[in-house]
């Protein structure tokens, strides 16, 4: 198969190859898709520079069933059933970027990524959705109906957004603030906009992205430097998204007494901030990541009854062999919503 993986870049977000690589074999549990669609995460343009050379990245992926797994010993000597074998070849999937061990807490509570056996995709352990094929697990997958496979690459940018939105536990007459309008901070956008916020503004320093808050439901925009105007009294609930340093700073002075804070930017610099501010306000702050089983099913129901699609979030999709320059673009300041990265297309567009 083909694959876009990881190089001796000399650029922040890495730089990518494309290299033929050994087709996946499905074992006991798992399922392979052919992919059609991945997208890229803020995270991906973190991480690229930290990952070892020959890396397949991609967490945000969907795609044709091609191959199943043989029965699990282990499922028929429990009695259960196995979940592989839920699916045929041919059906439209999205998988969670996880493979859990099915029988801690963790997996039977469905927050899979908090598996002390965890094995995540695209991130170094597991190869990711940057490739023709990919090796998912079954009982991680869901089935997409309705919907073309290249839009399922939205499940996991969705399901990130609302896992947010649900930790933020907004209530009726709350005033609400999205920092970024990036992936995530549209996908929250989107959940909050379906909600009970009275007021719900986006801070984004880019045209193209505050355009795009108010297409997914933002009341007002600004630019971060006319924040202030917008403060007034103070936000009961601010979501970060850009995961840069002082965005928590920015967050603590734009929220409410009282108030709730959700940090769902991925920051991998130190960052510093004035516990005062959150002391006197009194301020509950949440950090998350990931999202629950839950959460990802009704992402995809989202997507399948047709309540968002790429035409709100898609700027652009492109091939294999455009990884390297869309890295390069995705990783200085610009306009994108989310850029998808198709192996069905060639590298003409």
Same mark, same amino acid.
């Given at each position: ?49 930290? $990952? ?7 967490? !945000? ?6 191959? #199943? ?9 429990? @009695? ?81 957004? $609302?896992?947010? *939105?649900?930790?933020? /536990? #907004? ?10 309008? @990036? ?9 909050? /906009? ?6 719900? *503004? ?103 009854? @047709? ?14 062999? !455009? ?7 995705? /990783? #200085? ?12 297309? /060639?590298?003409?567009?």
């Amino acid at each position: 198969m083909r694959a876009a993986v990881t190089g001796p870049g000399e650029f922040g977000a890495g730089r990518f190859l494309v290299a033929d690589l050994p087709d996946p074999t499905p074992g006991p549990g798992e399922l392979v898709l052919r992919v059609a669609a991945n997208g890229i995460c803020g995270s991906d343009l973190s991480t690229a520079p930290l $990952l070892p050379h020959g890396t397949i990245m991609g967490h !945000e992926f969907a795609g044709e069933v091609v191959g #199943v797994g043989p029965a699990d010993p282990d499922d028929a000597g429990r @009695g259960r059933a196995d979940p592989a074998h839920s699916f045929r070849v041919g059906d439209a999937v999205a998988a969670m970027p996880v493979i859990g061990c099915h029988r801690c807490r963790a997996c039977l509570t469905g927050d899979v990524a908090r598996c002390g056996s965890a094995r995540t995709l695209g991130l170094g352990v597991l190869p990711g959705g940057l490739a023709e094929y990919v090796l998912v697990g079954a009982a991680e997958s869901v089935l997409l109906e309705g919907i073309d496979p290249v839009d399922g690459a939205l499940v996991e940018p969705l399901a990130v957004g $609302l896992h947010a *939105v649900t930790r933020a /536990s #907004v209530r009726p007459g709350d005033r609400v603030l999205v920092l970024g309008a @990036g992936p995530v901070g549209l996908a929250a956008l989107h959940w909050l /906009s379906r909600g009970v916020a009275t007021d719900l *503004v986006c801070s984004d320093p880019s045209p193209g992205r505050r355009a795009a808050a108010l297409d997914l439901g933002a009341s007002a925009v600004c630019i971060p430097d006319e924040l202030l105007a917008h403060v007034g009294p103070g936000f009961d609930v601010v979501i970060e998204c850009v995961g840069k340093p002082g965005m928590i700073a920015a967050a603590l002075d734009a929220v409410a007494t009282h108030g709730t804070i959700v940090i769902a930017g991925v920051c991998l610099s130190d960052d510093s901030f004035m516990p005062v501010a959150g002391v006197v306000k009194e301020t509950t702050m949440h950090f998350v990541s990931y999202y629950t089983a839950s959460e990802f099913r009704t992402a995809a129901a989202e997507l399948s009854k @047709g309540a968002i699609g790429s035409s709100a979030l898609v700027s652009e999709i492109v091939g294999l062999d !455009e990884a390297d320059r869309v890295f390069r673009e995705l /990783s #200085v300041p610009n306009d994108h919503r989310k850029v998808l990265i198709s192996p069905t297309v /060639s590298s003409a567009g």
